[in-house]
């Protein structure tokens, strides 16, 4: 009885981490397409970079697969489900360590592509399409101008010459970019000032990280005890 009864605690603990994987799945994508959204825009389509979102968004959706997996398996007291569950959960974990690893390894790498496509895109700000708008919303967020800084936008054929978008104005008014004053715009580049505002949110991501990778090891560690239960033909409720 008191096997019978841990096992039935456990069950119940198990649903509870169900839940919280439901809720990571669900933010793991939505951090994903963010983070897509971002790439699609700064970053050349096909680099080592820009496929780290896909990634993330394709181990969210598999996580809530599996957790759909594991609910039935716990429902129906299935060894199979459950031992599919296991062995889906920890490649889920093998996953995100290796996409932490490759994060890490390539964050230089990141950085120097996000810095030519950032060029890139400034080449692209005279056609007035999307990039414009987008490059625009990026300067005034992070009060910067230019990639290394104000300077790069004499490379652009910007009209009329010789100025520079009115985003990068400390007081964004329409027209503030022509015959700019140096103590009037932001001076330092976009691709540092946006380095800088991820590298001080890189401990709440890695803190956040190290959150959904103990709940899922919680998740491997209840799953196995129940998969041992089920298999040693204990009733389970």
Same mark, same amino acid.
């Given at each position: 009885?008191?096997?019978?009864?841990?096992?039935? #605690?456990?069950?119940?603990?198990?649903?509870?981490?169900? *839940? $919280?994987?439901? +809720?990571?799945?669900?933010?793991?994508?939505?951090?994903?397409?963010g983070a897509l959204f971002i790439f699609n825009q700064t970053v050349s389509q096909g680099t080592a970079s820009s496929v780290l979102p896909v990634?993330?968004?394709?181990?969210?959706?598999?996580?809530?697969?599996? =957790?759909?997996?594991?609910?039935?398996?716990?429902?129906?007291?299935?060894?199979?489900?459950?031992?599919?569950?296991?062995?889906? *959960?920890?490649?889920?974990? *093998?996953?995100?360590? =290796?996409?932490?690893?490759?994060?890490?390894?390539?964050?230089?790498?990141?950085?120097?592509?996000? %810095?030519?496509?950032?060029?890139?895109q400034m080449k692209n700000y005279p056609k007035q399409n999307q990039t414009d708008l987008f490059l625009d919303e990026m300067q005034k967020k992070?009060?910067?101008?230019?990639?290394? %800084?104000?300077?790069? &936008?004499?490379?652009?054929?910007?009209?009329?010459?010789? @100025?520079?978008?009115?985003?990068? #104005?400390? %007081?964004?008014?329409?027209?503030?970019?022509?015959?700019?004053?140096?103590?009037?715009?932001?001076? /330092?580049?976009?691709? /540092?000032?946006?380095?800088? &505002?991820? @590298?001080? %949110?890189?401990?709440?991501? $890695? $803190? =956040?990280?190290?959150?959904?990778?103990?709940?899922?090891?919680?998740?491997?560690?209840? +799953?196995?005890?129940?998969?041992?239960?089920?298999?040693?033909?204990y009733e389970v409720m």
């Amino acid at each position: 009885m008191a096997v019978e009864g841990g096992m039935r #605690c456990v069950k119940i603990l198990h649903y509870v981490l169900l *839940l $919280a994987f439901f +809720a990571c799945a669900v933010g793991l994508m939505a951090v994903g397409i963010g983070a897509l959204f971002i790439f699609n825009q700064t970053v050349s389509q096909g680099t080592a970079s820009s496929v780290l979102p896909v990634v993330i968004i394709a181990v969210g959706a598999f996580l809530f697969l599996v =957790a759909i997996v594991g609910c039935c398996g716990a429902c129906q007291e299935s060894y199979c489900l459950m031992l599919t569950f296991v062995i889906f *959960l920890s490649l889920i974990v *093998l996953v995100e360590v =290796a996409t932490a690893i490759a994060g890490y390894v390539l964050r230089d790498k990141v950085r120097s592509e996000f %810095n030519k496509d950032f060029r890139q895109q400034m080449k692209n700000y005279p056609k007035q399409n999307q990039t414009d708008l987008f490059l625009d919303e990026m300067q005034k967020k992070f009060k910067c101008c230019g990639a290394a %800084n104000y300077t790069d &936008w004499e490379t652009v054929p910007l009209e009329p010459k010789d @100025r520079v978008p009115d985003s990068c #104005c400390i %007081n964004v008014t329409v027209g503030c970019g022509v015959n700019f004053k140096v103590k009037d715009i932001h001076t /330092e580049g976009c691709v /540092e000032k946006i380095g800088a &505002w991820l @590298r001080s %949110n890189v401990l709440v991501v $890695a $803190a =956040a990280a190290l959150g959904i990778a103990f709940v899922e090891v919680l998740g491997i560690v209840f +799953a196995c005890c129940l998969v041992k239960s089920i298999q040693s033909g204990y009733e389970v409720m």
